[in-house]
């Protein structure tokens, strides 16, 4: 069954932070370490402090014997694993780095602040089979003291496993504006499963990113693929016929944006002509055919389109500053990001 359009009440799955169970290793020669606590020296003199940066000099054979260690001074103490930090994490301690970095946070941990949610891909395009996963994008948008913080958020994050894909709102916005094919078919695909009210006024205005930019960028994407083909079928005599599918897809999406001042995703009229590409019940000849008859027409369109030339900036610019401040006295659930 296809995901319906605009559903409320998306299940998060809940956050706990992660437990860690450190296990010491032996420590080779060379490793630069803190002192945690007094130590002696050999050979008698001061006690050396707690915080004082030496290096390991002999390694123990196992976990119960001692380290031997050499301070800035040249003295040397017997130190046993529990007496000494590691420097390169104590200082990640020391600066707080005790939670994970936003590209080692895991996917759970940012999916509550996703603000929309969609199907894109075959399922979308009335081109699926069978065997064609579920393909969800959309966009999330953190609290301000995550984004403002020094260690700020990921622009992308992503679940392989359940094939989700979200973007950060502001990198969503750039990409959108510089026609990214991926993004503008997440705004106008008609399988929405998730929108807040911020995400639904997104929605009603996607048409300010559509402009002439989607002929450079969706020729682009076409003839990228397009030399994959040509190479797959130099090298093994055959090519993967789901993705000369996508190409002609993706052309006549294009001609449609430009003509009509609309992009559809879902092309009725063509279904059965690109499901018969994908079967592959079509020589190369004629789908190339086919190719070179729609650049002709995406040119067409090109000079004779009504869209602007830019999409509006502005608009763009403003709606970011408003998702923006919606989000500075927005809790940023403590449980996934505090130790």
Request: aromatic share 8%; proline share 7%.
């Amino acid at each position: 069954m296809h995901p319906s359009a605009l559903a409320t009440g998306f299940p998060f799955p809940s956050c706990s932070p992660p437990v860690s169970h450190p296990i010491h290793l032996i420590l080779s020669p060379g490793t630069r370490i803190v002192t945690r606590s007094e130590a002696s020296r050999l050979g008698g003199g001061p006690p050396i402090p707690a915080g004082a940066v030496a290096v390991i000099t002999d390694s123990p054979t196992d976990a119960h014997h001692a380290y031997r260690i050499r301070l800035n001074d040249g003295t040397e103490a017997m130190l046993r694993r529990a007496a000494f930090s590691i420097l390169k994490e104590f200082k990640a301690q020391e600066a707080g780095a005790v939670d994970p970095s936003p590209d080692e946070a895991e996917f759970s941990q940012w999916t509550p602040f996703v603000i929309y949610r969609c199907v894109v891909g075959s399922q979308a395009f009335g081109l699926s089979d069978d065997h064609s996963d579920v393909d969800r994008r959309g966009i999330y948008l953190p609290p301000a003291d995550l984004h403002w913080s020094l260690y700020g958020v990921p622009g992308q994050i992503e679940e392989n496993a359940t094939q989700e894909a979200y973007w950060e709102l502001q990198k969503f916005l750039v990409m959108a504006l510089k026609a990214n094919p991926n993004i503008l078919e997440c705004l106008h695909t008609p399988l929405v499963e998730h929108a807040t009210p911020l995400a639904r006024e997104l929605l009603d205005h996607r048409s300010v990113f559509l402009s002439r930019l989607i002929y450079q960028t969706y020729n682009g994407y076409v003839m990228s693929q397009f030399k994959k083909l040509e190479q797959d079928l130099r090298a093994r005599g055959e090519i993967k016929w789901k993705h000369a599918m996508h190409l002609m897809r993706l052309l006549i999406s294009g001609i449609s944006a430009l003509r009509e001042g609309e992009l559809r995703v879902c092309l009725d009229e063509h279904r059965p002509a690109l499901l018969a590409i994908k079967r592959g019940e079509q020589p190369w000849t004629e789908v190339n055919a086919w190719r070179l008859s729609l650049h002709r027409e995406f040119d067409q369109a090109f000079s004779t389109t009504r869209l602007p030339e830019r999409p509006d900036y502005a608009w763009a610019n403003q709606f970011l500053l408003k998702a923006r401040r919606t989000m500075v006295d927005t809790p940023h659930l403590s449980s996934s990001h505090q130790s």
